[in-house]
């Protein structure tokens, strides 16, 4: 089992930054895949980022590369996700998750454990 837990999340001004993290425990002597997602209302989940084992590789959907950045410091079992020029519709609760597999994975049902959530607001 690996639990994980975000925090970071808060209220922003649009293209303002913020940081999340994720530390993990439990079985993390294995190394998984990382990503993030987010949930806003009424809309469905929605891959955000996703870093292999080594943080040699990363995935970014259209609508935030260039703006956010996924990293990982393994010593730490802790995941990073650097959100900056914000915008209103990055708005959502956003989610950590971590994959069996060793290599960057884009869908959710490819993930096995997944945090709590942290609330990420961007007022315009």
């Known amino acids: 089992q690996v639990q994980l837990v975000e925090s970071g999340g808060g209220l922003v001004q649009a293209g303002g930054s913020l940081r999340l993290s994720c530390a993990a425990s439990?079985?993390?002597?294995?190394?998984?895949?990382m990503g993030w997602f987010r949930h806003a209302p009424g809309k469905e989940r929605e891959f955000v980022a996703a870093?292999?084992?080594?943080?040699?590789?990363?995935d970014y959907p259209d609508s935030v590369k260039g703006r956010f950045t996924i990293s990982r410091d393994n010593a730490k079992n802790t995941v990073y996700l650097q959100m900056n020029s914000l915008k209103p519709e990055d708005t959502a609760v956003y989610y950590c998750?971590?994959?069996?597999?060793?290599?960057?994975?884009?869908?959710?049902?490819?993930?096995?454990?997944w945090g709590q959530g942290t609330q990420v607001t961007v007022s315009s």
């Open positions: 439990g079985r993390t002597s294995r190394n998984y895949a």
């Open positions: 998750a971590a994959s069996r597999s060793m290599s960057s994975q884009t869908m959710d049902e490819r993930y096995d454990y």
């Open positions: 870093i292999d084992w080594s943080g040699g590789y990363t």
